[in-house]
């Protein structure tokens, strides 16, 4: 995990890093995750989204299951250097495990979240 | 600060929320904050975007120095829960403190965070 880019990171006192995944052309986000140092090497070592799974303690990369895999083009860092937003493509067209494009689909609506996109695959025939 | 919605939301164990930022025309991703459930109420209700400063531990009212305040078009919410998503009207069409239009002006070129965005304003006449 060479790479002085690496270290310009300001990880947070877990050693990780909050990350954005935006869809290259729409421009619409389509999740949120976490990475370590390693995942964040692995993912442009390997050109796909490599997450750090909190829940699981254990590297995730997107797809595995799903094989909703999310090819990365581009990696962005912020002001502050304690942010990343990648640029993907989205291979199945569905980020979210509930079968949307986007983890987003909950719009507040006169106090309430309202769904506001579809399901597109149902999650049961996405991971068997 | 009524309002079951606020209830639904997965709050960290310092009762704080991850929120994006995105430009609500151009889809551009603008910033990264978090805020807390009197700083998301604060949002709704008054339609701009208030933040928690977690280095100044207090309420941070977007543009209160710079007059860049972030007009709230939709607030969206991730399937976990934990991550909220603001569209917005930027005002003054710049978000971050360096003076460019957002945070996220750095790209991994050959290895290096290579400065993608010129700045539009000079700091120093944004904050007197």
Redesign the interface.
């Known amino acids: 995990m060479s ?3 690496l270290d ?1 990171i300001a990880w947070t006192e877990d050693g990780l890093v ?1 990350v ?1 995944a ?1 869809d290259h052309l ?4 389509l ?2 995750a976490w990475m370590n140092r390693e995942s964040l090497a692995l993912t ?1 070592q390997e050109g796909f989204a490599v997450y750090w799974s909190r829940s699981r303690q254990r590297l995730w990369r997107k797809g595995e299951e799903s094989g909703h895999r999310q090819k990365v083009l ?7 250097a304690d ?1 990343i ?1 990648i640029k993907i493509e989205q291979e199945g067209g569905i980020a ?3 079968g ?1 494009e986007s ?6 609506k006169h ?3 309202q769904t506001v996109d579809p399901i597109l695959k149902d999650p049961k025939t996405i991971y068997k």
Chains 1, 2 share one sequence.
Do not use: A, K, N
């Not at 729409?26 to 986000?29: H, M, Q």
């Not at 581009?74 to 502050?80: F, R, S, T, V, Y």
């Not at 983890?103 to 507040?108: E, G, I, K, M």
């Open positions: 790479g002085s880019w310009e909050p954005i935006q729409s421009g619409r986000i999740m949120f442009e581009d990696i962005q860092l912020d002001c502050d942010v937003l979210c495990h509930t949307r983890c987003f689909y909950r719009s507040l106090g309430e979240w």
